[in-house]
């Protein structure tokens, strides 16, 4: 049977790991072939561990164990000229680019007034910033093609309500759905798509960490997710703490796909039905 993009290339930022190596793997088996970006270094105002250039590797690998090409950039999605030069690198190897998916991004988290200069910064930068530099590297060539395509931004419940203490990372995320729904109606006569998925908490590594356990048990130091797995649940109408990667990542293909060829524009949320727009527990001070 043929693959719902079959054929199609898509070029993925962040896809070392979490939701960008699941979208990579979805779109492969569906007959995509892929480009893989990812910084693969530590920024210092992120706790967690970043992705690696194993990490990235072995995206490729899954990739191209599914019968389809994949490349790989380790690039800073904050670095304009290299994106530019990995969106060359990839239409000179794979011919052409289809769908977009701009999703690295990182988190940290404290009440908007103890973030410090370089939390702000560096959210910013990356989370939309670099989305925005991404489309600035690639559309133009799109435009080129001639013949359509799919971008899709992701967002996050963020975008579309507020959490306390992550005012950097909310105001990202409305950033990103603001820009979709600019870039979808200059890019609609083009026949080229944008639209933004907006997941809940995802099992990938950015939020299955000790500190955004700590930021759902009040800033208590050491929780679990056995502490925490009850406050995450109430957020959403269904009963689950957190969604998986390939959930967002279907939604990633049906966008990406001809299935929704008259679709843009659009928030769609992929979150379990998250009821809870008023605060993560404030940590202690």
Not at 17 to 43: F, K, P, T
Not at 55 to 80: H, S, Y
Not at 101 to 112: E, N, V, W, Y
Not at 138 to 166: C, D, E, H, R
Request: aromatic share 4%; glycine share 10%; with cysteine.
């Amino acid at each position: 049977m043929v693959g719902r993009v079959e054929g199609k290339v898509a070029l993925i930022t962040g896809a070392a790991r979490g939701q960008g190596r699941s979208h990579a793997v979805r779109l492969a088996e569906e007959g995509a072939d892929i480009i893989a970006v990812d910084l693969c270094r530590q920024i210092a105002s992120v706790d967690y561990a970043l992705a690696t250039e194993d990490d990235l590797a072995e995206t490729a690998r899954l990739v191209e164990g599914l019968g389809r090409r994949a490349i790989t950039r380790r690039v800073d999605v904050r670095d304009g000229e290299a994106l530019q030069a990995a969106v060359a690198d990839g239409i000179a190897e794979m011919g052409r680019i289809d769908i977009v998916s701009p999703g690295a991004g990182i988190l940290s988290s404290a009440p908007t007034w103890e973030l410090t200069q370089e939390q702000w910064d560096d959210l910013i930068a990356v989370n939309l910033t670099g989305v925005w530099q991404t489309l600035r590297a690639v559309v133009p060539a799109m435009l080129a093609q001639g013949q359509g395509g799919s971008i899709v931004l992701t967002g996050s419940a963020s975008s579309l309500i507020g959490f306390a203490n992550l005012a950097h990372y909310g105001a990202a995320k409305h950033g990103v759905l603001g820009l979709m729904k600019v870039l979808a109606l200059e890019l609609a006569p083009h026949f080229i798509r944008v639209n933004t998925v907006c997941p809940g908490a995802v099992e990938t590594p950015m939020v299955a960490n000790s500190g955004t356990y700590e930021l759902f048990a009040g800033g208590r130091a050491g929780a679990t997710f056995e502490d925490v797995v009850g406050a995450m649940t109430n957020m959403n109408a269904m009963p689950i703490p957190w969604i998986d990667p390939v959930d967002v990542s279907n939604a990633v293909l049906y966008l990406a796909s001809d299935e929704s060829r008259y679709v843009t524009g659009v928030a769609l949320p992929v979150d379990a039905g998250n009821i809870w727009p008023h605060k993560i527990p404030h940590a202690a001070t």
